[in-house]
């Protein structure tokens, strides 16, 4: 009860009250105080309500936010105040900063100049602001542009009489099997490489195309590493379906952009705009690392997959939390 009282106090007068005397101590707006604290990063341009999981004492999530952002008034740090943009714009009362966090990626420009003169920022008084501010935007923007791609390519079914997704399917082998030749395109065959049926399009129904897009990702950009891992599959004792569990973690993957889990990797990854291949290469690391951990547990049965893979999950999840986050595959790619 007592944590509720709090959230309406600060929501409707305390958070405003500290805006307003810092605006007056300091001469800047929230914003410009939130691009002038620190480097690029995502903790600048992320929601703050991600990271306020370390106030002891504040038990109650919904509140953290509000708490960690008067804390952040006071006391900001590189990898706090990099945090805030994005979620004061989402709680900000003006309609064009609150629609700024949907924009297209096109009219990030147009956007900055608008919050400038609602704000009325003289950019030759803060010549920091206008270059921060809109790199925050694209990210946030680019963000949300970069999971409608992927949605796109999760939602496209795998299509038999689509030449592309055809040959797609064909090179994948041809990475994976350089020394196979692959008997008919409907063959037990596809069970090498960890398919569970005869024709590999019946696999793709959970995650349509995106699946074999990562999948062809993986092999392409890292082959060495990708055959490695399938040996590894294929191990007689811990093995495991190489292309199913493939297609498991481009689900992991999508429901972590989904979610918003990515944002700060991303944030901290690309400077701009996050693309469709930033994504992938998230993929690869996911592979890669599900693979190296798969070993290392040394799992009794296949029949543990789900405990392994949600232990993996979580894993993840905690590494994604830190603000300086930035999941890399410290493989050397195929140049």
Request: with cysteine.
């Amino acid at each position: 009860m007592l944590a509720y009282i709090w959230q309406y106090f600060y929501s409707f007068f305390l958070r405003f009250c500290l805006k307003w005397l810092l605006r007056q101590l300091t001469g800047r707006c929230e914003l410009q105080r939130i691009c002038s604290g620190c480097a690029p990063g995502s903790v600048r341009t992320t929601r703050v309500g991600e990271e306020s999981h370390s106030w002891v004492g504040i038990e109650n999530e919904s509140i953290r936010p509000h708490v960690t952002l008067a804390l952040i008034k006071i006391c900001s740090s590189r990898s706090v105040c990099c945090l805030i943009s994005e979620y004061s714009l989402k709680n900000s009362k003006n309609k064009v900063l609150r629609d700024a966090v949907n924009m297209k990626v096109d009219v990030v420009k147009d956007c900055v100049a608008q919050i400038m003169r609602e704000k009325n920022i003289m950019e030759q008084k803060d010549l920091v602001f206008k270059v921060s501010f809109q790199q925050c935007l694209l990210q946030i923007s680019g963000y949300n542009t970069l999971f409608a791609s992927v949605e796109n390519l999760r939602k496209e079914a795998f299509d038999s009489e689509n030449q592309q997704h055809e040959e797609m399917l064909l090179k994948l082998w041809d990475l994976l099997m350089p020394s196979v030749t692959l008997e008919s395109r409907v063959t037990k065959q596809w069970g090498s490489i960890g398919f569970q049926g005869d024709d590999p399009k019946t696999d793709f129904r959970g995650m349509g195309v995106l699946g074999l897009v990562n999948l062809l990702f993986f092999s392409e950009h890292y082959t060495d590493a990708a055959r490695r891992v399938l040996s590894h599959a294929n191990h007689p004792k811990l093995g495991y379906s190489y292309a199913i569990v493939g297609i498991n973690l481009t689900e992991m993957a999508y429901s972590l952009l989904r979610t918003g889990a990515l944002k700060r990797h991303f944030y901290n990854m690309v400077t701009g705009e996050p693309q469709l291949h930033h994504f992938h290469q998230f993929y690869c690391y996911l592979v890669y690392e599900f693979d190296q951990f798969w070993m290392e547990e040394e799992p009794d049965s296949i029949m543990d997959f789900n405990h392994y893979r949600e232990k993996f999950h979580e894993k993840v999840k905690g590494h994604l939390l830190e603000p300086e986050v930035a999941l890399v595959l410290n493989v050397d790619p195929n140049n």
